[in-house]
């Protein structure tokens, strides 16, 4: 499995040109075909800014129906339909055997994407049809193995000592504990406990620095 994030903006789309032009930050929670359900925020903390925003949403040829089902001072509440004469970027990503996780998130012309794609082929895929058919790709990060975590990559006994130095704050800054501390706790000599930690540490550096990228 390939996990990777991509940032896509394109030409002529309704959601990329419109928060090009109003600091707006959107966030897509849900999707159902055509109809997308999320929130606005706006960046500069103005409602008039969310108002300005779904003016121009209600006369964007590429949307069918756009309501506000709840508002607060900076956060717009929204169930857009649109209706475009091509594959969405959602639906290109689908189309590619991907899935994005969700939330989408859209702002300065951007919209960001965190895919899944289910093996290597499946993600070159992806990215020949994002490419083919918008105007900019980016991507931003890339993990092979997506689904890891800190205690796969551990001993028990590792991870437990991991655990607990996190616990009681050692890795705090000031720390609020000592190795001798940690170590009295587990019953083990300080020399041990340090040895485990450091090893504990070095197994996840090189885990995530293994696995993947960032751009």
């Not at 509440?77 to 639906?91: A, Q």
């Not at 994002?130 to 890339?142: D, G």
């Amino acid at each position: 499995m390939i996990r990777s994030k991509i940032a896509i903006s394109s030409k002529d789309y309704y959601s990329c040109e419109l928060t090009q032009k109003i600091p707006v930050r959107v966030s897509i929670l849900a999707i159902n075909g055509s109809e997308g359900l999320g929130f606005y925020e706006a960046l500069d903390n103005k409602t008039e800014t969310l108002e300005d925003y779904v003016q121009l949403m209600q006369k964007s040829p590429q949307i069918k129906d756009i309501k506000v089902t709840h508002r607060s001072k900076n956060r717009f509440w929204t169930r857009v339909v649109h209706k475009l004469d091509y594959p969405s970027i959602h639906d290109t990503i689908l189309e590619s055997g991907s899935m994005t996780i969700l939330p989408i998130v859209i702002e300065n012309g951007v919209q960001y994407h965190n895919i899944l794609s289910p093996t290597p082929n499946s993600f070159r895929d992806l990215q020949e049809k994002l490419q083919n058919r918008f105007t900019s790709i980016q991507l931003k990060a890339l993990s092979s193995r997506p689904t890891e975590t800190i205690q796969d990559l551990l001993t028990d006994k590792q991870y437990a000592a991991f655990q607990l130095a996190l616990k009681k704050g050692y890795y705090e800054v000031p720390r609020r504990c000592t190795l001798e501390e940690i170590s009295a706790e587990l019953g083990i000599k300080r020399v041990a406990m340090q040895e485990r930690i450091r090893r504990a540490e070095l197994r996840i550096i090189e885990g995530y620095t293994n696995s993947s990228f960032f751009i």
